[in-house]
C-alpha cells in the first residue's frame, strides 16, 4: 500500500528543488549580464578616453558626458576643496575666490562659488584667439598676413598691471599669427586691436555661442563665472569646435605663456600647462583688483582643466592664493594616480 503522506513528502521535495534551480538559474544569468555589461562600458569608455595618434599632443576629443564626483572613487570632493579655498582665502584676505576642477579624463568636476561673476579682462583673448584660427580654416593665408603697427592701435584706456615684456612696436610689421601669440603670451592688449581689425569680429558672438557665454559686443565687457571661462580650453581640448589641427596650434600657443605666477608655479616643472591669465582693478567704493589664471594642467595621462578667479587688494596675495590652490589640486590628482 503507497503511504500518501510519503508521496506527498516527495512531491513537496521535487517542487522545492525544481524552485531552487530557477532561482539558481535566474541568479547566473542577471549575473552575467551584469558582468558583461560592466565590460561593455569599460570597453566604450577605453574606446572614448584612448588616442591612439602620435600627431597630437595638447587635444584629445571625447565624449562629453557627467559624473557626480562624489559617487566616484576620485579622491578630490567637494568639502576638502572647499575648505582649501576659504583657508586661503582668509590667509591672504581675500574678497572671494572662485574655483573650477574638471577631470578631462573621465569627467568628475568640482565648483567652489562657481556661480559668482568676475570681470574676465584678458581671458577674453582666447575667444579671439579661437575665431582668428576659426577664420584662418577657411583662409589658410591669413595666419601669414603682415601687418603694420600703427598708433591707433595701442590702446591707452586699458591700463594693464601685469605689463608685456616685449609689446608690439608701433611702424614694425608682424604675421598675424605673431600677433596672435603676442596676445596670448605676452598679453599684449595692441595685439589685441590689431587682432581685430583683421578678422570678422561679427563672427566673435558664435564662440561665445557654442560654449554658451554671455556676450554683448567686442567692446563690452560681459562679468562671467569661473565655469563659462573652462567652457574655452573644453573645446580645445575635445577639438568641438576649432579643426584638430587649429585646437592643436591654440593649446600651443596657450602653453607659451609668459605669465608663471599662478597656476604653473603650483606644479612641478616639465609638466605643460596651456592657460591665459586675466587682471582687472575695479574703481569703486572700494578698489577692487580681479585675478584670474584659467587653464588645462596637462598631468601625464590624466589632463585636468583648473580655472581660479580672485578678488581683493593685493595681486601679490591673489597670485599665491592661486599658486597654492593649484598646487594643492596637483598634489590630490597625483595622490589619485598612485590609488
Known amino acids: 500500500m503507497i503511504d500518501k503522506k510519503s508521496n506527498n513528502n516527495i512531491f513537496v521535495n521535487r517542487k522545492f528543488l525544481v524552485i531552487t534551480n530557477i532561482f539558481f538559474i535566474l541568479a547566473t544569468i542577471v549575473l552575467i549580464f551584469i558582468v558583461f555589461s560592466i565590460r ?12 591612439n595618434s602620435d600627431s597630437y599632443k595638447l587635444t584629445n576629443p571625447i565624449l562629453d558626458c557627467e559624473f557626480n564626483n562624489e559617487d566616484s572613487n576620485y579622491v578630490i570632493f567637494s568639502d576638502s576643496v572647499f575648505k582649501k579655498v576659504q583657508e586661503e582665502k582668509d590667509k591672504y584676505g581675500l574678497d572671494n575666490i572662485s574655483l573650477y576642477f574638471r577631470d578631462l ?51 591707452s584706456n586699458v ?18 599669427l605673431d600677433i596672435a601669440k603676442n596676445m596670448i603670451d605676452e598679453s599684449d592688449n595692441t595685439a589685441v586691436a590689431v587682432t581685430l581689425q583683421n578678422i570678422n569680429s561679427n563672427n566673435m558672438s558664435n564662440v561665445f555661442k557654442a560654449v554658451g557665454v554671455p ?9 562671467i563665472r569661473v565655469k563659462d571661462v573652462a567652457s574655452f580650453f573644453r573645446v580645445l581640448f575635445n577639438a568641438s569646435y576649432l579643426s584638430r589641427e587649429m585646437s592643436e596650434k591654440a593649446l600651443e600657443i596657450l602653453s607659451n605663456s609668459e605669465y608663471n605666477d599662478g597656476i604653473v608655479a603650483g606644479v612641478p616643472k616639465g609638466i605643460i600647462v596651456a592657460h591665459k591669465f586675466g587682471e582687472r582693478k575695479i574703481e569703486g567704493e572700494q578698489n577692487t583688483n580681479q585675478l584670474h589664471d584659467c587653464g588645462i594642467v596637462y598631468y601625464p595621462n590624466k589632463p585636468y582643466i583648473i580655472c581660479i578667479m580672485t578678488k581683493g587688494n593685493n595681486y601679490v596675495y591673489q597670485g599665491k592664493a592661486i599658486q597654492e590652490l593649484s598646487s594643492y589640486i596637483y598634489n590630490q590628482v597625483d595622490k589619485d594616480s598612485k590609488i
Open 159 to 176: 591700463t594693464q598691471n601685469i605689463k608685456p615684456k616685449n609689446p608690439l612696436q608701433i611702424g614694425n610689421k608682424y604675421s598675424l
Open 215 to 223: 556676450f554683448k559686443d567686442t567692446s563690452t565687457e560681459v562679468d
Open 40 to 51: 561593455s562600458v569599460k570597453n566604450d569608455t577605453d574606446i572614448i578616453m584612448h588616442d
Open 105 to 155: 579624463n573621465n569627467g568628475p568636476w568640482v565648483g567652489v562659488h562657481e556661480k559668482e561673476v568676475f570681470s574676465p579682462a584678458s581671458l577674453l583673448k582666447v575667444p579671439i584667439l579661437i575665431e582668428l584660427l576659426h577664420e584662418a580654416e577657411d583662409d589658410p593665408s591669413l595666419l601669414n598676413k603682415t601687418v603694420e603697427v600703427s598708433p591707433s592701435d595701442i590702446n
